[in-house]
């Protein structure tokens, strides 16, 4: 992982670490752009970091978990990750990669490098890193990893796909009438606006669900929000789910009211095209990680489009069987 870019430094103090909270988190990603001589308004700041622990989380270098009051995080254990028959990519720091380039072959390596998408930096400065890519059989790999202190995962984009939840598994069911108790305190809650072009969070008055709809209460203005999804059952009735898990919202909120989701998939290249509506209001972490999973980059954007490359086409029906939601094209 390259020292001169920011989430590499980051990641590379992180390691020194092992864990800690978001505050942590925040503070090493400060001092690798201080580092680097990054200088940035304080907006950008978070905007970049928000960019940064999401790439760390959804490639696989760090483990994540939220309750309502912090978000911690662990360093994941370096390893030798399988993308397709004799093609590994190092997800480790930088003592990590010096060690397997100790005990590999100069020609077996390779560096590749995550598409910058226009941001702008210093001369000599990246934002995703650099990673290292190793050409070996199953065999080959597992030596080196031994040799190196690194683990080995195989067949990882299919270990990820298969671990998908459900979507039954992610929200509770409470059945509220028009009539009774207020579910929501006052002033606390937005109702997405589909109406629009761009769909986007309005204010919402009321106390409780009086519409079908996707709703999100949060207490403080940076507080965890909850998301209620409500779908009407009859005139009178609506039948109001509580999403247990906060990253699933959309996919619940499109499988209920039974919103499709476009997808392309190019069966010659194994490339899946994701549309950027669903994008924009971030795709779950571990479906992320599945979607990246065929490269261990950051995806490609262009236009409308978020593209994943290397997704083997029993994925996408694994996929598409787990989440009706999703409607495919194939081109």
Same mark, same amino acid.
């Given at each position: ?87 590994? *990519? ?20 390779? *560096? ?18 650099? *990673? ?192 009706? *939601? ?6």
């Amino acid at each position: 992982m390259a020292s001169t870019s920011i989430i590499g430094s980051t990641y590379d103090l992180l390691a020194f670490d092992h864990a800690g909270n978001f505050g942590k988190f925040d503070r090493c990603f400060s001092k690798a752009a201080q580092y680097l001589s990054v200088d940035m308004d304080d907006i950008m700041r978070r905007k970049l970091r928000n960019r940064a622990f999401y790439y760390l989380r959804t490639i696989g270098y760090l483990d994540v978990s939220h309750s309502k009051l912090r978000t911690e995080w662990t360093v994941s254990p370096p390893s030798l990750v399988q993308r397709g028959e004799n093609d590994f *990519v190092l997800i480790g720091g930088s003592n990590d990669e010096i060690s397997m380039r100790g005990h590999a072959a100069n020609k077996d390596l390779r *560096v590749i490098n995550s598409t910058e998408n226009g941001l702008t930096l210093p001369p000599g400065v990246s934002f995703f890193p650099h *990673v290292a890519q190793l050409i070996a059989t199953e065999e080959e790999a597992k030596t080196i990893a031994d040799r190196s202190g690194l683990s080995v995962s195989l067949f990882y984009q299919d270990k990820l796909f298969k671990c998908l939840p459900s979507i039954q598994t992610v929200f509770e069911t409470v059945l509220i009438r028009l009539d009774r108790i207020a579910v929501f305190e006052p002033n606390s809650v937005k109702r997405l606006n589909l109406e629009k072009t761009r769909w986007e969070w309005e204010p919402y008055a009321e106390m409780r669900p009086l519409e079908a709809g996707l709703f999100r209460r949060q207490e403080f203005e940076y507080s965890p929000a909850d998301y209620f999804l409500a779908v009407s059952t009859s005139p009178y009735d609506l039948e109001v789910f509580r999403v247990t898990d906060p990253e699933w919202a959309f996919v619940c909120f499109f499988s209920k009211l039974d919103i499709k989701l476009r997808v392309r998939y190019s069966l010659t290249e194994q490339k899946i095209f994701v549309s950027k509506m669903f994008q924009n209001f971030r795709i779950p972490s571990l479906l992320e990680r599945c979607f990246r999973s065929g490269t261990l980059l950051a995806p490609e954007v262009i236009r409308e489009w978020s593209i994943y490359s290397n997704i083997f086409y029993r994925n996408l029906w694994r996929l598409i069987a787990k989440y009706p *939601v999703f409607e495919v094209e194939l081109i």
